[in-house]
């Protein structure tokens, strides 16, 4: 079993967006997945109680007894334990990351996020974990053309000390609308841009955590070497 930590230092990121919506893909994938819900405001777990499914697909639970709880998803045969971790205090994220073989730091490109995302890097490398960074709520290039604030992101987290996620996942009204149902962007639109991102951000997420192609991995940091349209025309992932 393979466990990742979704973290952000900073509310508003979208941290559980992208832990549900990851879990659920893992689901749709064929890979067992199960939600560990740690963040004391329970967002995840409002979303998917009501699901039909919701018992073995996820967990209230807090840091001090995610060491516990991973054993016990190991021992059920869950291939995938995704942690929706809490924002503060830093000792409870510490516990997440100490348990996660993979963290991935959520980010909005502004400037408060991106200096919430670096005391999340500074975390992951104290603890000597492995770790990536995602940009999310992006909003859609105009013309095959990023925005300057995500241009301005990647190339600032270029210098982060961790490598970022080649798909930017963008600011959708479908994730709402989605959650208001209980369900994920991929059970509301299985075809649409919000979808397809989720899928890519996943496929690039197992790959990590399962060590296959981690080096020649090319992530968003290396399109960096390249002008800023280029950049841009290489890591959009779908049309908006």
Do not use: H
């Amino acid at each position: 079993m393979k466990t990742l930590a979704v973290m952000s230092r900073k509310g508003g990121a979208g941290k559980t967006t992208v832990a549900v919506n990851l879990a659920l893909a893992a689901r749709a994938a064929g890979v067992k997945a199960v939600l560990a819900d740690a963040d004391p405001l329970r967002s995840a777990c409002e979303v998917l109680r009501e699901r039909d499914e919701a018992a073995g697909l996820f967990f209230e639970t807090s840091a001090s007894k995610l060491f516990t709880l991973t054993e016990a998803c190991r021992r059920s045969g869950a291939d995938l334990l995704i942690i929706d971790t809490p924002a503060a205090p830093e000792a409870d994220v510490a516990e997440a990351v100490k348990v996660a073989d993979l963290c991935l730091a959520v980010s909005r490109p502004t400037y408060l996020d991106l200096a919430a995302a670096v005391r999340s890097v500074a975390i992951i490398q104290r603890l000597g974990r492995e770790g990536m960074i995602v940009l999310n709520q992006c909003p859609a290039p105009r013309n095959g053309v990023e925005p300057p604030s995500v241009v301005k992101a990647f190339e600032a987290l270029r210098f982060a000390g961790l490598p970022v996620t080649p798909v930017a996942l963008r600011s959708r009204l479908i994730y709402q609308t989605a959650f208001a149902q209980m369900r994920s962007v991929l059970e509301i639109d299985k075809s649409g841009a919000a979808s397809a991102e989720v899928r890519q951000l996943f496929d690039a997420v197992w790959r990590a955590i399962s060590g296959e192609g981690r080096a020649p991995l090319r992530t968003a940091n290396d399109d960096l070497r390249r002008p800023a349209r280029a950049a841009g025309l290489t890591f959009v992932s779908a049309p908006a």
